[in-house]
């Protein structure tokens, strides 16, 4: 097929797993945040005023939207200011609205670099780029970004909690493999949406399973009707008499337009009622389930992969604790919904942080901290993390990944449930990706 025409986004994982990453831009990066005297060290100044820092999402566009994660944050400063503050300081948060456009993520983090934050927590934008530039030039450190670029995993400011999408597609395909008859997989026609056949695969391949059936879409379609009758009717078409007994599998891998997918889909299974759908959490949840017709919707025995334990499980009991104390009746605030869970761990990161640090908290200290190998445990919503080089699980293209594990859930009368116990680790299936 011609790639004449592909759009090429900047915002997500835009180079292949097989591209060689960029010493040289990093070690520009690396000086930097060694603290050369080129940075200048955003902190608190007096040792005892309050902490700064800054929580961006976009709100109020016709794509992505995250309000639940600024909202989130506020409510986090509300409830531990209550409770005395970080180390005796008060947390101030700043919040900014990216309206996923790359001009305002940007302005978001100069805007961070004037206001003099010692770190941007539990945020959301796909202009990594654009905004990841500014702040590794004020030296402030991104903690906690919702994993959705591929500069999340790359830049050293950075210091993601979870393996973003990559670790969800490639867990979602082991998972798959045991299973399912053949899958399809239906995915944006984008440089971006080149990838996600090579990860879903590794999974896939992990579990003895023949590779998934790539099938295109635009990027901006607004509808998917002779896709999901394709769909259909390949995972119920097969020669393979070993998959014969299995049901077929789609996976919508199209972000925001899988709404849109599964309006189709709904309508066309009927005819192939042994299909079933698995998807990645952040594309589907619980909200998303309910609108979908719950129990009676095309979710229903769904697997899909999460970064965290389901929003039933009671590691969450603290984040719910807070959202009721502090937020009862902002109903932007969703307990069961990734961002918020991703916020709510970012600031968990910055407490052990600030806890660890004597005197001054500074965008340099919070980031010598987090360098020098400082262990921050999350109450079980995921592994124990931690930032040192030695850390770094050397996936090639994503050198930032600390925390390759994923959770598998499955939709059950109409709710999201565990399907096994504990994480699945997907670092090795990254670097099979890796390998080609």
């Given amino acids: 097929m011609s790639m004449t025409g592909r759009r090429r986004p900047r915002s997500t994982f835009r180079t292949t797993l097989r591209t060689p990453f960029r010493m040289s831009a990093l070690a520009v990066c690396a000086a930097l945040a060694a603290g050369c005297g080129v940075i200048p060290g955003t902190s608190d100044d007096s040792g005892s005023g309050d902490i700064t820092v800054m929580t961006w999402a976009p709100e109020g566009t016709n794509a992505t939207n995250k309000p639940g994660m600024p909202a989130m944050a506020q409510a986090y400063a509300r409830w531990i200011n209550s409770k005395g503050g970080l180390n005796g300081r008060k947390l101030k948060v700043l919040t900014c609205n990216d309206h996923n456009d790359r001009v305002a993520a940007a302005k978001c983090a100069r805007r ?61 395909g082991k998972e798959l493999a045991a299973v399912c008859g053949p899958v399809a997989l239906i995915r944006p026609d984008t440089i971006a949406g080149d990838q996600l056949p090579q990860l879903l695969d590794s999974g896939l391949k992990a579990g003895g399973h023949a590779q998934s059936l790539d099938q295109l879409a635009a990027e901006d379609a607004t509808e998917y009707g002779s896709q999901t009758k394709l769909a259909l009717e390949r995972t119920t078409d097969t020669e393979d008499e070993s998959e014969d007994e299995k049901e077929g599998c789609v996976v919508p891998a199209l972000g925001d337009r899988t709404n849109t997918f599964m309006d189709s889909f709904r309508r066309d299974r009927e005819d192939y009622p042994d299909v079933r759908t698995a998807a990645v959490l952040g594309s589907v949840d619980q909200t998303v389930i309910n609108a979908n017709g719950g129990k009676s919707g095309p979710y229903e025995d769904s697997y899909i992969t999460g970064w965290y334990p389901v929003a039933s499980d009671a590691r969450w009991d603290d984040m719910k604790k807070v959202i009721s104390e502090e937020a009862f009746d902002d109903n932007r605030i969703d307990p069961q919904d990734a961002g918020v869970q991703t ?74 449930v565990a399907a096994r116990k504990g994480f699945i680790n997907t670092t090795k299936l990254l670097e099979s990706a890796a390998d080609g």
Avoid: K
Avoid at 346 to 352: E, G, I, K, N, P
Avoid at 367 to 374: F, N, V
Avoid at 384 to 407: M, Y
């Fill in 343 to 416: 916020t709510w761990i970012a600031y968990t990161v910055l407490r052990t942080v600030v806890e660890s640090l004597d005197g001054e908290v500074s965008s340099t200290t919070v980031r010598r901290a987090l360098d020098d190998g400082l262990q921050v445990t999350t109450g079980g919503l995921t592994p124990t993390l931690r930032w040192r080089f030695e850390d770094l699980l050397s996936v090639v293209g994503f050198p930032r990944l600390v925390n390759a594990q994923v959770t598998l859930q499955v939709v059950r009368d109409g709710r999201l």
């Fill in 112 to 172: 961070a670099a004037d206001e003099d934050v010692v770190a941007v927590v539990g945020s959301y934008s796909q202009f990594g780029d654009d905004f990841l530039g500014p702040l590794a030039s004020a030296g402030i450190p991104y903690i906690g970004g919702y994993g959705v670029t591929n500069d999340e995993f790359t830049n050293p400011m950075s210091y993601p909690v979870n393996g973003g999408s990559p670790a969800l597609l490639a867990g979602l």
